[in-house]
């Protein structure tokens, strides 16, 4: 394939992650990047040997695709702003700070004729393709997603809902097979005004229950699911990508499962520049993000 002429719009640590990977993907010509910290953007496009604009608008015009990798509270107008310059875009999660706007750019990119895919790397780990592959013909019963982590050095514009808890109900959406019939939500206001904990159960249709927990003030970081299905219990352990069954005729014994090490924000960039080559929807497109954007919503108002 050719090359995708590609820039990366705020390159704060997430952001230089973008910057370092497209910097080595052959599927990728890194034209540049842009930050309103301008001597940020100029130390780190030294550092990966790419250039540095001034502004958005200059960056544009010498590339085919771009990552946001801003605060959420600029996505809506950042990435309107891409996509009517003709721009294809990878946004980092959440898409947008509302449903309302996030539709509107989905609606937006097909109205342009625009790759917009949403930054849910946790679709991409290889312990989490893993276990969706195995529980595909199962029937699930139940599952726990658990994402902790110690309270960020950065000033954080969003509760811990969109910030970490919108991962796993991307995740758990993706491993359902009906849609979420109710919910009960609780929250915790720790070290910020916004929620810094979070407790989530989510009804499905069918019966399934999928409880999750998010947490920016534990002291460890944790990323696991469990999974329970007709035929065995599944752990998923997110952060360091392995995975374990057990049976439900000898439940202590756990029977290892083999997981690939491929890093996840690599295989996302790829699918991203892959999408835009072939003229096809990314893995995760706009509108495929914007049921798990509904519930963070829900969460956020219903949730005490």
């Known amino acids: 394939m050719a090359k995708v002429k590609v820039g990366v719009i705020g390159v704060g640590s997430m952001g230089e992650n973008h910057v370092r990977i497209y910097s080595t993907l052959k599927e990728a010509k890194l034209i540049g990047v842009f930050d309103n910290d301008l001597s940020r953007a100029k130390q780190i496009a030294e550092k990966y040997g790419t250039q540095s604009f001034d502004s958005i608008d200059t960056l544009l015009r010498g590339v085919e695709a771009v990552s946001v990798v801003t605060p959420t509270s600029t996505h809506f107008q950042v990435i309107e702003q891409c996509l009517n310059s003709s721009i294809h875009v990878l946004a980092e999660k959440p898409m947008a700070p509302t449903l309302a706007e996030s539709e509107a750019l989905v609606a937006l990119a097909k109205k342009k004729k625009r790759v917009l895919g949403v930054g849910m790397i946790e679709r991409f780990n290889p312990a989490f393709k893993k276990l969706q592959a195995l529980v595909k013909h199962d029937l699930v019963l139940g599952m726990e997603l ?5 309270f960020p050095a950065r000033i954080s514009d969003a509760s811990v809902v969109p910030d970490m808890m919108l991962h796993d109900i991307d995740l758990a959406l993706a491993l359902s097979r009906t849609e979420v019939d109710s919910m009960k939500a609780s929250g915790r206001k720790v070290r910020t005004d916004r ?4 407790s989530v159960t989510l009804y499905f249709k069918d019966g399934l229950i999928a409880k999750l927990e998010a947490s ?3 002291p460890d970081k944790l990323r696991m699911i469990t999974v329970t299905t007709d035929k065995a219990i599944y752990e998923a352990d997110l952060l360091n990508k392995k995975l374990s069954s057990r049976g439900f005729d000898n439940l202590p014994e756990k029977t290892v499962i083999e997981v690939g090490r491929d890093d996840q924000l690599s295989l996302e960039l790829k699918d ?5 080559d072939k003229g096809r929807a990314p893995k995760i497109p706009g509108e495929e993000a914007l049921p798990a954007i509904k519930i963070v919503e829900e969460v956020e108002r219903t949730a005490c």
Do not use: G, M, Q, W
Request: aromatic share 18%; with cysteine.
């Open 146 to 150: 658990k994402r902790f982590s110690p």
């Open 195 to 198: 929620f810094d904990e979070c």
């Open 216 to 218: 920016r003030v534990k």
């Open 272 to 276: 991203f520049l892959h999408a835009i």
